[in-house]
């Protein structure tokens, strides 16, 4: 099933603004710190957007409430746009950005819960967070609270099999509090080509992706994850559906935003030069600095 | 002196954790598959509805372990140690030992003694694993009395716990509720000559070497160390003080377990002669329970016999130095 959008109206173009804020966040994050990622991040900025200024019941002012809906960032590596968006949603200040990477800083270069509030998860590891996502969601069911807990793979963290031996379970128990959302960009860090080949094979084909999430059990949604209304639409959706765990499949595009980064593995984690980043933000409607808010 | 027969440390596993949630909501058990072998299936019997089957997948289960501990909960992670450790080791290190989340690892089978399953099952380096993560507790305890101690405050304890629970019947090393405690090693028999350092259920194997060498004239002293992680150094180190020498004694590998720990503290801390006696540095099999632990070095008689055979060695050694043997050494020649 593909989600179209619906009745949002005019508030879609706050989230799309929202998405575009996050995005520049993230750039200029990561040329001030000279390291993080970008291409993950990118692709991801609309979903966050779409989570944390539609989607979650949350009080950025009272992260600890418990009856918040939880977030994981499974693809922890792509912290930076987490980050940007929590600034963004008044978590902490956007100031505070400068200090990604930094010693003693409360941005690390993957979440750390114990230092960031706002953080529902430390993750890093791939393929980790789906299982945490899994014992907050049975956690919910069992204390019976009535929050959902969304959780964000990549489709390259798929080849995890812990992401298996999760989605296994939950299905099993059939947990419709549990939602996750795979951002498929298409792309992991280096990928399979053939052989002297720039060209990348997708970890996974639509096809593939959405057949195995529904071998296990999963109630699947695909969307495209760049257009912020239909998402927020499939993550409600996906939040009311009865039953089953669900997946929104979010088809993305690795870099997104910025043309000479989309669908190029290179940019993975790759930092931008001066001029790199001065047309990145060029091409995200700004100007600026490196580092500035 | 012979010991009361006593229950295996997994007897009393299921039994404790379920008297202990029938009081505390918080309590989960999460079974890894293996209920039958580890004990939670008492647990399963009187608490079914907090207990979680999580199926064969033990990465996974440590995962959503840290999940529940996020929400308020306390699982308590159970199944066999080389798994819970070996295999899901990643999950522990991120997800729990990082965030110092209110995880409870429950190791069964640990040491040699595997119901003949051999080497596969016999996780050999499980404490020198988890005692280097920085935030983990290590319970071992000896015998029913003390496992039942350990379990309550690894309940009582906030933030994660590995606790090692074996698989055969043990004697009944504390004739009365030793108090548990975490941190504190415990002196079980007094002697001059060497400190024997033991934990798990190795400690009573101990404690029959030491008696084997005193029928020797070797006067050795055992000191159990339940919690292996904080380690009890000022113990240790009254130890060294006291006997000059120590031997470590324990059913794992000598490369990173208490051995390796004692080592550690001593060599900073209280330089003596210490010797590591355990696995040495190659994997098990199969076989019966008592001939595995002989040919292994940890039966009573195996542990009396190299711990004799190294004081003799070095007072070969010593005298090779010094022309007057000291006195009371010779005896250990007979």
Not at chain 1, 180 to 189: E, S, T
Not at chain 1, 198 to 222: I, K, N
Not at chain 2, 227 to 233: N, S, V, W
Not at chain 2, 235 to 261: D, K, M
Request: one cysteine or more.
């Amino acid at each position: 099933m593909t989600v179209t959008t619906t009745g949002l109206g005019p508030n879609a173009a706050e989230l799309e603004e929202a998405a575009t804020r996050i995005r520049r966040a993230v750039v200029r994050t990561v040329a001030h710190a000279k390291g993080g990622h970008l291409g993950g991040p990118l692709s991801a900025a609309d979903v966050l957007a779409a989570l944390y200024f539609r989607v979650l019941d949350i009080r950025p002012d009272d992260p600890t409430w418990v009856d918040r809906d939880r977030f994981v960032l499974s693809k922890g590596h792509s912290s930076v746009a987490l980050y940007a968006t929590l600034a963004l949603r008044g978590y902490f200040p956007l100031e505070e950005l400068a200090t990604f990477d930094a010693l003693d800083s409360r941005l690390q270069g993957h979440p750390d819960m114990t230092v960031l509030p706002g953080l529902d998860m430390s993750t890093g590891s791939l393929g980790l967070g789906l299982s945490a996502a899994l014992g907050m969601a049975l956690g919910a069911r069992l204390a019976r609270r009535p929050f959902t807990t969304f959780v964000m793979v990549g489709d390259g963290e798929c080849n995890e099999g812990i992401v298996w031996e999760a989605a296994h379970l939950a299905a099993r128990y059939r947990l419709d509090n549990l939602v996750a959302i795979v951002d498929k960009n298409d792309l992991q860090q280096y990928c399979w080509h053939e052989p002297g080949s720039e060209v990348r094979q997708a970890p996974y084909s639509d096809d593939q992706l959405r057949d195995r999430w529904a071998a296990f059990g999963w109630s699947v949604t695909e969307v495209d994850g760049h257009d912020v209304a239909a998402v927020v639409d499939a993550l409600e959706a996906a939040r009311r559906h009865e039953g089953a765990p669900s997946v929104v499949i979010a088809h993305t595009i690795k870099g997104k935003g910025v043309s000479f980064m989309e669908g190029n593995f290179r940019w993975h984690s790759r930092v931008p030069t001066d001029d790199e980043f001065a047309l990145a933000l060029a091409e995200l409607g700004a100007s600026g600095t490196a580092g500035e808010a | 002196m012979t010991l009361a027969p006593g229950r295996a440390l997994r007897a009393v596993f299921g039994e404790v954790i379920a008297e202990m949630a029938r009081d505390d909501p918080r309590i989960l058990v999460l079974d890894g598959d293996v209920a039958s072998s580890s004990g939670a299936d008492s647990f399963d019997a009187a608490m079914p509805d907090r207990f979680i089957q999580t199926g064969i997948a033990e990465q996974n289960m440590l995962g959503v372990a840290a999940g529940l501990a996020s929400v308020g909960f306390v699982p308590i992670a159970s199944g066999f140690a080389c798994f819970v450790v070996g295999r899901a080791f990643d999950s522990i290190r991120v997800l729990i030992d990082q965030p110092r989340l209110n995880v409870k690892i429950a190791g069964g089978y640990t040491g040699m003694l595997t119901g003949m399953a051999g080497k596969t099952h016999q996780m050999l380096n499980d404490v020198a694993l988890m005692r280097t993560l920085p935030n983990m507790t290590i319970l071992a305890p000896a015998d029913e009395r003390e496992a039942a101690g350990a379990l309550r405050a690894m309940i009582a304890h906030d933030g994660p716990v590995y606790i090692q629970l074996t698989r055969e019947a043990s004697p009944i090393l504390f004739d009365t509720d030793p108090g548990f405690r975490i941190g504190p090693a415990v002196p079980i028999r007094s002697g001059t000559d060497i400190t024997l350092v033991s934990t798990s259920v190795q400690t009573t194997r101990t404690l029959a070497a030491a008696e084997i060498l005193a029928a020797a004239g070797i006067d050795a002293a055992v000191l159990h160390v339940p919690t292996i992680k904080p380690l009890d150094g000022d113990a240790i180190v009254a130890a060294a003080r006291s006997t000059g020498r120590i031997a470590v004694v324990e059913e794992h590998t000598v490369v990173g377990g208490l051995g390796s720990a004692v080592a550690e503290l001593l060599s900073e801390r209280h330089p003596v002669p210490v010797k590591r006696l355990g696995i040495q540095d190659r994997y098990g099999e199969s076989g019966p329970n008592e001939p595995l632990l002989h040919k292994y070095g940890l039966s009573a008689a195996a542990v009396a016999a190299d711990v004799r055979a190294w004081l003799v060695a070095s007072q070969d050694a010593a005298e090779g130095l010094v022309s007057e043997p000291r006195s009371g050494m010779s005896a250990w020649r007979s």
